[in-house]
T-cell receptor, first 112, second 116 residues
Framework: GQQVMQIPQYQHVQEGEDFTTYCNSS?????IQWYKQRPGGHPVFLIQ?????EVKKQKRLTFQFGEAKKNSSLHITATQTTDVGTYFC????????????FGKGTRLSVIA | GAVVSQHPSRVICKSGTSVKIECRSL??????MFWYRQFPKQSLMLMAT?????????EQGVEKDKFLINHASLTLSTLTVTSAHPEDSSFYIC????????????FGQGTRLTVV
């Protein structure tokens, strides 16, 4: 089945450092979404990217969708301890009520 | 935003017994819901797609007779783990989307199942 590769698996940063996680697909995607899961919690929606080359920002978070709609990234500037959690990308191949395919996630630890 | 409620949040059961997990969309109708399983420190693995009024679609490797899914109404889907064994211990999460097309998924709070 369709797979979404996400790297890195883990990232430990000092508070104030930047952080980036990447997702790649071998096939063109309809859209890609990003979720954050805090320890012990459930995934919470962050953003959805639909257009080729799209860039969206949410405060210190920057999301990008590649021109070929096969890759995406999430960048956090000047991390804070509240950023701790696992960040998942979730891809949709076709536009429709189809299940999302999740990447393996990147677990972010922030050291104060 | 839309809310998906999942119950129970935690359950401990004995080996051989069955456990039912409910997933409700509180303020929207969901013709389709999705059930995921998540092992510790791992990603969400899709188990099945629950379709209102019809049979669920199971992913490869998921036993349909062990993980019974019923989607009797537009707001409720249930997952029953039958004859549970310790290896079924996991975090089970349901998800639903409001409309067809490019929309976000809303997740239930998840159910931590421990089989002893």
């Amino acid at each position: 089945g369709q797979q979404v590769m996400q790297i890195p698996q883990y990232q430990h940063v000092q508070e104030g450092e930047d952080f980036t996680t990447y997702c790649n697909s071998s096939t063109t995607l309809s859209n890609i979404q990003w979720y954050k899961q805090r320890p012990g919690g459930h995934p919470v929606f962050l953003i959805q990217l639909v257009k080729s080359g799209e860039v969206k920002k949410q405060k210190r978070l920057t999301f990008q969708f590649g021109e070929a709609k096969k890759n995406s990234s999430l960048h956090i500037t000047a991390t804070q301890t509240t950023d701790v959690g696992t960040y998942f990308c979730a891809a949709e191949l076709n536009s429709g009520n189809t299940p999302l395919v999740f990447g393996k996630g990147t677990r972010l630890s922030v050291i104060a | 935003g839309a809310v998906v409620s999942q119950h129970p949040s935690r359950v401990i059961c004995k080996s051989g017994t069955s456990v039912k997990i409910e997933c409700r969309s509180l303020d929207f109708q969901a013709t389709t819901m999705f059930w995921y399983r998540q092992f510790p420190k791992q990603s969400l693995m899709l188990m099945a797609t629950s379709n209102e009024g019809s049979k669920a679609t199971y992913e490869q490797g998921v036993e349909k007779d062990k993980f019974l899914i019923n989607h009797a109404s537009l707001t409720l889907s249930t997952l029953t783990v039958t004859s549970a064994h310790p290896e079924d211990s996991s975090f089970y999460i349901c998800s639903a989307r409001e409309v067809v097309g490019n929309t976000e998924a809303f997740f239930g709070q998840g159910t931590r199942l421990t089989v002893v």
